[in-house]
């Protein structure tokens, strides 16, 4: 984190499509990619996620969940978005995802609330893909029925291989 306390992704290879978090350079993933911006809601894309939904992407922090996004749409999937639980759950509840990345550190609810309500909403029929900086990942995704969960910062290929995973369920 800067002295600015603004944290930044940055692609080291696109091709290779891996990702590291460093100190932010004065700009943002969408500055350096020229999109506009990047609202929740439901993207236009080349195929929807698993032919009937989208993919949420639950995320606190704005540069994560913007590469996350911008990485999923680039690959052709419907992409939504929420900052928090509160809006996560509000998304999924009046549009049912193909499948949810959750981080589970949020600042209103935690990913476990989060899940406990997408589960108890539509069983196990989300798949949910935890993401997380905590060292206790692999034991939170499991207390939220995840079928599985990434470490940041992640390789961005798995990501997509897990997504692509989830979605066959």
Known sequence: M??????????????AKRCWVTAALGSTPDDRWGRDSLLPGIASSTHSAADSGYVLVVDDDDQIRSFVIALLEDEGFSVASAANGEDAVAQAVAL??????????????NGDEVAQQLRARY?????????????RAEEKAGRAGAFAYLHKPFDLEHLLRLVRQGLAQ
Request: charged share 20%.
């Open 96 to 109: 049912r995802p193909a499948l949810v990345v959750l981080d589970i550190m949020l600042p209103d609810m």
């Open 123 to 135: 069983g196990p029929d989300v798949p949910i893909l935890v993401i997380s900086a905590d060292s």
């Open 2 to 15: 800067s002295a600015t306390g603004l944290t930044v992704l940055e692609a080291d290879d696109r091709a």
